[in-house]
T-cell receptor, first 113, second 115 residues
Framework: AQSVTQLDSQVPVFEEAPVELRCNYS??????LFWYVQYPNQGLQLLLK??????LVKGINGFEAEFNKSQTSFHLRKPSVHISDTAEYFC???????????FGSGTRLLVRP | EAGVAQSPRYKIIEKRQSVAFWCNPI?????LYWYQQILGQGPKLLIQ????????DSQLPKDRFSAERLKGVDSTLKIQPAKLEDSAVYLC?????????????FGQGTRLTVV
């Protein structure tokens, strides 16, 4: 069975500072990896996904993530955050590239001025 | 392009009552998902449709939950009878294809409170 662990429930950071949100997964088969963002009272929005190819994936809003198979990680990074990046971020995996996803518990990014 | 529409946005019911949620996916999207998101947790898949057929309902509590997607377009999710632990946000998502380089779009969800 697959599982996703997001190690930090909340990450506070100052505006314009860099941030890394950590995600580790467990799976006995190859997986596809996703990061979603959820703003208050909103649905989920896809930030980026890794299906194959380059392990460095660039997404929307200046975010990027790197797939590390040996460490079973898919950490999300942004070099300079804005107040508007304050939201909940979810890492997810799929075993067949569909959106039958297994989500982590989420990391709340809190950007302070 | 219109997004995934869900209604109602909020619902409060007493335990043992029944409730139904409605989802209208993006036009042309063959695959539809229902997720349950309990407060403080990530979403959990309840059921996946491909057109009007069920692909996966292994995590749907079938003793109280049911879902249908008539004509392969709109979908309804029903809970009967509701329990306190069903309090959650119910998210609907749709994608053009089931697999491959496609994207699933999520609706804003229906927040259910069972009292």
């Amino acid at each position: 069975a697959q599982s996703v662990t997001q190690l930090d429930s909340q990450v506070p950071v100052f505006e314009e500072a860099p941030v890394e949100l950590r995600c580790n997964y467990s799976s006995s088969v190859s997986v596809y990896l996703f990061w979603y963002v959820q703003y208050p009272n909103q649905g989920l929005q896809l930030l980026l996904k890794y299906l194959s190819g380059s392990t460095l994936v660039k997404g929307i809003n200046g975010f990027e993530a790197e797939f590390n198979k040996s460490q079973t990680s898919f950490h999300l990074r942004k070099p300079s955050v804005h107040i508007s990046d304050t939201a909940e971020y979810f890492c997810a995996v799929s075993v067949d590239s569909s959106y039958k996803l297994i989500f982590g518990s989420g990391t709340r990014l809190l950007v302070r001025p | 392009e219109a997004g995934v529409a869900q209604s109602p946005r909020y619902k409060i019911i007493e335990k043992r009552q029944s409730v139904a949620f409605w989802c209208n996916p993006i036009s042309g999207h063959a695959t539809l998902y229902w997720y349950q998101q309990i407060l403080g947790q990530g979403p959990k898949l309840l059921i996946q449709f491909q057109n009007n057929g069920v692909v996966d309902d292994s995590q749907l509590p079938k003793d109280r939950f049911s879902a249908e997607r008539l004509k392969g377009v709109d979908s309804t999710l029903k809970i009967q009878p509701a329990k306190l632990e069903d309090s959650a946000v119910y998210l609907c998502a749709s994608s053009f294809r089931r697999v491959g380089n496609t994207e699933a779009f999520f609706g804003q969800g229906t927040r259910l409170t069972v009292v």
